[in-house]
């Protein structure tokens, strides 16, 4: 697990977060057979008041949306130790499964996405320009489920003239420990184990502004829905403004900004507990359970107020396995 971030000052405020989550680490829910798309496009300039807002709540499951807890992945079942003890836990051996002559079960994972935007303004000048774009489909590469893009522009027209805009982007991702072979798309993957372990993570990203002049450009985006685990989970958050001209204020932006990351991320590890037995069969098939092994957590919070040149902020958490 890494953290990286850097702060300079210029004219202005220029933030980067990148988060990296590799190895033990999230693993992308398959589209569901059936898959849709929602796009939109807003845009217009108005003088006066306008009201804009934007809600995206999107839970999906790699079987089905039931009451927790989530279906583990294998078979449970029992060994016996060299002095006749039991030892209980989990298993993917395909020898096993052909014995019982059933499918293995590959584990559960669940995504809950959400995201939501309003954009509020009065007395005043304003230019609005949304893109969204939300697909189910599985994406990979540079591909997002989730791809919203919007610019918002804002002059006073009086010293009671004002622009404010809230937007949040989430993922809470949760799963329990998983087949590897499942998650595996190309033939060629090295799996070391029979499972991928579990893991809780639930990252948020945002930003906030409250101006009487000035531009601000944003950028939201997430991916958590592929056809393996080749493809990680991504999310991306950025956002941009500067000055606006004008001849009460001059070249200026006006007001305050600010942008967040908060993020909780927890992983496990598949502890292997074949008990040691001389008397055992040598295919005795590899047993595990899951154990938690990691529990992070970042915050980070950025806020200019007054004449500002230039803000920009640039936030990136990718988790895969690897």
Same mark, same amino acid.
């Given at each position: 697990?890494?953290?990286?971030?850097?702060?300079?000052?210029?004219?202005?405020?220029?933030?980067?977060?990148?988060?990296?989550?590799?190895?033990?680490?999230?693993?992308?829910?398959?589209?569901?057979?059936?898959?849709?798309?929602?796009?939109?496009?807003?845009?217009?300039?108005?003088?006066?008041?306008?009201?804009?807002?934007?809600?995206?709540?999107?839970?999906?499951?790699?079987?089905?949306?039931?009451?927790?807890?989530?279906?583990?992945?294998?078979?449970?079942?029992?060994?016996?130790?060299?002095?006749? /003890? +039991?030892?209980?836990?989990?298993?993917? =051996?395909?020898? !096993?499964?052909?014995?019982?002559?059933? *499918?293995?079960? %590959?584990? &559960?994972?669940?995504?809950?996405?959400?995201?939501?935007?309003?954009?509020?303004?009065?007395?005043?000048?304003?230019?609005?320009?949304?893109?969204?774009?939300?697909?189910?489909?599985?994406?990979?590469?540079?591909?997002?489920?989730?791809?919203?893009?919007?610019?918002?522009?804002?002059?006073?027209? /009086? +010293?009671?003239?004002?622009?404010?805009? =809230?937007?949040? !982007?989430?993922?809470?991702?949760?799963? *329990?420990?998983? %087949?590897? &072979?499942?998650?595996?798309?190309?033939?060629?993957?090295?799996?070391?184990?029979?499972?991928?372990?579990?893991?809780?993570?639930?990252?948020?990203?945002?930003?906030?502004?409250?101006?009487?002049?000035?531009?601000?450009?944003?950028?939201?985006?997430?991916?958590?829905?592929?056809?393996?685990?080749?493809? +990680?989970?991504?999310?991306?958050?950025?956002?941009?403004?500067?000055?606006?001209?004008?001849?009460?204020?001059?070249?200026?932006?006006?007001?305050?900004?600010?942008?967040?990351?908060?993020?909780?991320?927890?992983?496990?590890?598949?502890?292997?507990?074949?008990?040691?037995?001389?008397?055992?069969?040598?295919?005795?098939?590899?047993?595990?359970?899951?154990?938690?092994?990691?529990?992070?957590?970042?915050?980070?919070?950025?806020?200019?107020?007054?004449?500002?040149?230039?803000?920009?902020?640039?936030?990136?958490?990718?988790?895969?396995?690897?």
């Amino acid at each position: 697990m890494r953290f990286e971030g850097g702060v300079s000052w210029l004219t202005g405020l220029m933030v980067c977060v990148l988060l990296i989550s590799m190895a033990d680490a999230d693993v992308p829910v398959n589209a569901s057979l059936e898959t849709m798309s929602i796009s939109s496009m807003t845009s217009f300039d108005c003088e006066g008041t306008i009201t804009q807002s934007n809600t995206i709540a999107w839970q999906q499951s790699g079987t089905s949306l039931h009451e927790p807890p989530l279906i583990p992945g294998g078979f449970f079942t029992v060994w016996f130790d060299q002095f006749g /003890n +039991p030892v209980y836990g989990w298993t993917a =051996d395909p020898m !096993l499964a052909e014995l019982l002559e059933e *499918t293995i079960p %590959t584990g &559960e994972v669940r995504y809950t996405a959400g995201y939501s935007a309003i954009t509020l303004s009065a007395q005043g000048s304003t230019h609005l320009t949304r893109m969204v774009d939300v697909d189910m489909a599985n994406k990979a590469g540079n591909d997002d489920n989730i791809d919203i893009n919007t610019h918002l522009a804002f002059v006073a027209e /009086n +010293p009671f003239g004002q622009v404010i805009s =809230d937007e949040d !982007l989430l993922i809470d991702a949760a799963g *329990t420990h998983t %087949t590897a &072979e499942s998650s595996a798309l190309c033939p060629f993957t090295i799996v070391e184990g029979l499972f991928i372990p579990p893991f809780c993570n639930v990252v948020q990203m945002g930003s906030s502004i409250d101006l009487s002049q000035g531009y601000v450009t944003t950028s939201a985006g997430a991916r958590f829905v592929s056809e393996s685990s080749a493809s +990680p989970v991504t999310m991306d958050y950025s956002i941009a403004g500067g000055g606006i001209f004008s001849s009460e204020r001059g070249n200026s932006m006006t007001g305050s900004m600010s942008s967040y990351i908060r993020a909780h991320l927890q992983e496990g590890r598949m502890a292997e507990i074949t008990p040691f037995n001389p008397d055992a069969l040598p295919d005795t098939p590899r047993g595990f359970v899951p154990v938690q092994s990691a529990d992070d957590t970042y915050s980070e919070s950025t806020t200019a107020r007054g004449s500002i040149a230039l803000f920009a902020k640039e936030m990136h958490f990718l988790s895969g396995t690897g």
